[in-house]
């Protein structure tokens, strides 16, 4: 770790003056007036000095008001994994304005996206149409990776995040993590207690959860009965469900054949389609899930257009692949070997693949077909790119284990969870909640993935009031969050 002190109350000025100051060609920080940007050189992998170091990318967005030193510095993580923290650096600089008044933000990019030595597997995008090609994909990134495979975990992040917070000498941090994030911000809660001052987790999960994606598939069906329940009458929740699950069977026995909009080989849109495009509009933009009563039903009548549309949006994987002169959004082998070195599996990683693939089968026989409804199970359990047999070719026997036990800190902690999300649902931000002591949850309505997109500013303005006074405060304007329109 490097630990030259660096100023934590420094002036303002433009973005390009700060990255004069720190020796870098204006236009190199991010694109926020005040930013300061740097490097830390760190090793691969800590526990192994033989595999070399890499480069992590950081900045710092200073607090507005220069006349004073800034309150505390709060860091966030946008999720993925693979995801660019700094690619979203204005959006936080705007989202959380409030709260730069009088403290500084530290965005740290993760090793091997963007700025960070992006790693490199030979995958990109677009990804593999099925989920067998998309499985295969994974597990040939992890032996393309070689031994840097096992440098990509949640651990070897979280103590970059402390490798820079000690270069700047900030003395605790305020965490905030969105989706994969809150799991990244967990596990530096684990290794650096003394390090933290507060946590918000928006749009949470527990650091052991359901790689059967069960709670998921209870928050989907939930999501679309309280879309209908605010809906005025355009809709009514049970008969959507019934109508995706008898699509489901018509798409199960039948595949829909399409052709991608932007071109390219034609698609098979069937039964686990059906599952991701369900699972994604809940996840995402308001005005998604908000068609998805509109499009069940026209697709059983006979018209479908707003399904093929909606299956153009659904994928195992989202994000923009690295081009030249840009900035590199999302990273797919970063993505791989986080997930596959760190969640739960479904069968003995020491086991060779053919007994893997065994154990899973089984697994999966054994549920209940009613768990998932209105889908399938092999649909539901196939639809998620994070969860099932996703990694289930990844070659690492040994994976980096990650502590699910703690110790945690014995401090605030805000998990903010939108109860239209089927991606990170309310029942999994409890159990998330219940890692720690003195945690609080805060539910969103007529919110999906990740709170703070909510454009009222409701959901920002109650985890920037929890940063400022460890409480979540006023919870009012939650009352005020209109629900999403159902077209009709």
Not at 148 to 176: F, Q
Not at 390 to 409: K, L
Request: net charge positive.
């Amino acid at each position: 770790m490097l630990a030259a002190a660096f100023a934590v109350a420094a002036t303002g000025g433009t973005a390009a003056a700060s990255a004069q100051r720190a020796g870098r060609e204006p236009g190199d920080c991010v694109a926020v007036p005040g930013a300061d940007c740097g490097t830390v050189r760190v090793p691969l992998v800590r526990s192994r000095p033989e595999l070399g170091t890499t480069t992590v990318a950081y900045a710092v967005i200073r607090h507005r008001d220069a006349s004073r030193p800034a309150k505390g510095t709060f860091t966030v993580n946008p999720g993925g994994p693979g995801d660019s923290a700094l690619v979203y650096a204005p959006g936080y600089a705007a989202t959380f304005a409030g709260l730069l008044k009088d403290h500084d933000l530290l965005i740290v990019e993760p090793r091997g996206v963007n700025r960070s030595d992006p790693a490199n597997c030979g995958a990109g995008l677009p990804l593999p149409a099925t989920r067998d090609g998309f499985v295969r994909m994974i597990g040939a990134c992890g032996t393309a990776l070689g031994e840097r495979r096992r440098a990509y975990t949640s651990a070897e992040i979280a103590d970059d995040i402390d490798a820079v917070r000690a270069r700047l000498g900030i003395p605790r941090l305020d965490l905030l993590g969105e989706s994969y994030g809150t799991y990244l911000m967990t596990v530096y809660a684990q290794r650096h207690p003394d390090r933290v001052r507060s946590a918000v987790l928006s749009s949470a999960y527990p650091l052991a959860f359901d790689l059967w994606a069960r709670p998921n598939v209870r928050a989907a069906n939930r999501a679309v009965r309280l879309l209908c329940e605010r809906s005025g009458g355009a809709c009514d929740g049970d008969r959507v469900l019934r109508d995706v699950s008898r699509l489901a069977g018509r798409l199960k026995a039948r595949p829909l054949r399409y052709t991608p909009e932007g071109g390219g080989p034609a698609r098979d849109l069937d039964d686990t389609s059906l599952a991701a495009i369900v699972y994604g509009a809940a996840s995402g933009a308001p005005e998604d899930i908000g068609d998805l009563p509109a499009m069940v039903r026209t697709a059983l009548s006979g018209d479908t257009r707003m399904l093929v549309e909606a299956a153009g949006k659904a994928g195992p994987m989202s994000g923009s692949a690295l081009r030249r002169n840009e900035e590199q959004e999302f990273n797919v082998a970063h993505a791989a070997a986080v997930m596959c070195n760190d969640y739960p599996t479904l069968w003995d990683r020491k086991a060779p693949v053919r007994t893997r693939l065994r154990q899973y089968a089984a697994g999966r026989a054994a549920l209940p077909e009613r768990t998932f409804w209105p889908f399938g199970k092999v649909a539901w359990t196939s639809a998620i790119s994070d969860q099932g047999d996703a990694c289930i070719r990844w070659p690492d026997r040994d994976a980096p284990a990650q502590p699910t036990n703690g110790p945690f800190p014995d401090v605030p902690v805000l998990v903010v969870s939108g109860d239209l999300d089927p991606n990170t649902p309310t029942e999994s931000g409890r159990l998330a909640a219940r890692q720690f002591r003195r945690a609080t949850v805060v539910e969103v309505p007529n919110v999906g993935h990740v709170a703070e997109r909510e454009p009222s500013g409701c959901a920002a303005g109650i985890e920037s009031a929890f940063v400022r006074d460890l409480r979540p405060g006023d919870l009012s304007c939650l009352a005020a969050v209109p629900p999403v329109p159902v077209r009709s």
